[in-house]
């Protein structure tokens, strides 16, 4: 185990020590559980950051989606325990420029 030492505000020092005592941990286990927490929560925030991406990208390919409505419906018969189809997937067809949007030439 490699060591680091923080200089802590003696305000935020006190107040880690009374949590600490309260849930039965030494300071330095509070510490430790508090930077674990905020790593796991950072780390969790990046891969689904990255599956976003990954599946923007993927729509931007194949324009397939699924219309909201049929997702919803299709959750809710899941937590019902049913076994519904899966739903439809879509296509979307590429936006057409508008009046407002076309270029002049």
């Known amino acids: 185990m490699s060591t680091t030492t ?3 505000p003696v ?3 006190s107040r880690i020590d009374k949590l600490a005592n309260a849930a039965g941990k030494s300071s ?6 508090a930077l674990s ?15 976003v991406n990954r599946r923007w990208v993927k729509f931007e390919r194949t324009r397939e989606y699924i219309s909201l409505e049929d997702m919803r419906d299709y959750a809710k018969s899941l937590a019902a325990g049913k076994r519904p189809l899966r739903p439809k997937v879509q296509i979307l067809e590429a936006a057409q420029p508008t009046s407002k949007t076309a270029k002049r030439g």
């Not at 330095?28 to 559980?33: L, N, V």
């Open 11 to 13: 305000e935020l020092k």
């Open 37 to 51: 927490q905020t790593a796991e929560s950072i780390e969790r925030e990046q891969a689904f950051d990255a599956e």
């Open 6 to 8: 923080i200089r802590l």
């Open 28 to 33: 330095h286990a509070f510490m430790i559980d």
